[in-house]
């Protein structure tokens, strides 16, 4: 049992270890199910009209899959944000999370005068995008950098070890595992942490997330005792992003289609 439990955590160490998505679809489909469970019955009937029939989990990581194709091979740089050291947002001219964001809402305030794949498409960006905000380390601060770390004796990138390695080496839940332990706080929690706009929410997760580089220096080496200390740090930090994120896309879609 102990050596299988070693090959598979050998084997999700050498998926993730080169992985640039933000969360991973387990993440972002746990997102999009959080945020479904808090959609208005309006909101759901008239988004879920867009959708083929399909849940927005299932559009959850679309722009991941799709990032690579020519028709939206400009959407690359979108899938995170800039900040100053004081974790105001920095815009970029070539596009990023917020910007991609906020004109797909400006679109969506006016579904029912736009075609149904712009409609489609501004929902698509909208379900990945909130939760790529979220991420740590696609909130670029300033001294921002990929660089490498060993974790137990198995070589690591900082950025994919947020993106997908927190997650995989946690529970391994599916979405709704994921929904049915984090999905517990209440309405008065839920509204404190939706109030404001997705610029106030990126100023807040780059406050939240400067401490990711206090965990984990470059070439750093943890020992055994020291990766699970780190994991037992960074899971319940990784979990409460991707919570937010859940619960702020509901409001989203909320305001828009609700």
């Given at each position: 049992m102990?050596?299988?439990?070693?090959?598979?955590?050998?084997?999700?160490?050498?998926?993730?270890?080169?992985?640039?998505?933000a969360w991973g679809k387990s993440g972002h489909d746990a997102i999009a199910y959080i945020a479904e469970r808090h959609l208005t019955p309006k909101a759901k009937k008239n988004i879920e009209k867009y959708l083929d029939g399909r849940s927005i989990v299932y559009y959850a990581s679309w722009m991941d899959v799709y990032r690579h194709t020519p028709a939206y091979k400009m959407t690359s740089g979108w899938h995170g944000d800039k900040v100053d050291a004081d974790g105001k947002y920095v815009p970029n001219?070539?596009?990023d999370a917020v910007q991609c964001i906020e004109e797909a809402m400006a679109k969506l305030k006016d579904y029912r005068n736009q075609d149904d794949s712009t409609v489609l498409v501004s929902i698509k960006y909208l379900v990945h995008l909130v939760?790529?905000?979220?991420?740590?380390?696609?909130?670029?601060?300033?001294?921002?950098r990929n660089f490498k770390f060993d974790l137990n004796g198995r070589p690591c990138e900082f950025h994919s070890f947020w993106?997908?390695?927190?997650?995989?080496?946690?529970?391994?839940?599916?979405?709704?595992?994921?929904?049915?332990?984090?999905?517990?706080?209440?309405?008065?929690?839920?509204?404190?942490?939706?109030?404001?706009t997705p610029r106030d929410w990126l100023g807040q997760s780059a406050r939240d997330c400067r401490v990711i580089y206090e965990w984990i220096k470059p070439d750093q080496k943890f020992s055994k005792d020291e990766a699970r200390d780190l994991l037992n740090t960074v899971h319940p930090f990784a979990e409460e992003q991707i919570l937010k994120a859940g619960y702020r896309l509901a409001a989203v879609l909320n305001e828009l289609f609700g």
């Open positions: 102990m050596k299988k439990n070693f090959l598979l955590l050998t084997a999700v160490l050498l998926c993730w270890c080169g992985s640039a998505f001219a070539k596009g939760g790529d905000m979220h991420c740590p380390v696609h909130v670029k601060l300033p001294w921002y993106d997908s390695g927190v997650l995989d080496l946690n529970h391994r839940w599916g979405y709704m595992e994921y929904c049915h332990q984090l999905d517990r706080r209440t309405k008065k929690e839920i509204r404190q942490i939706t109030a404001g």
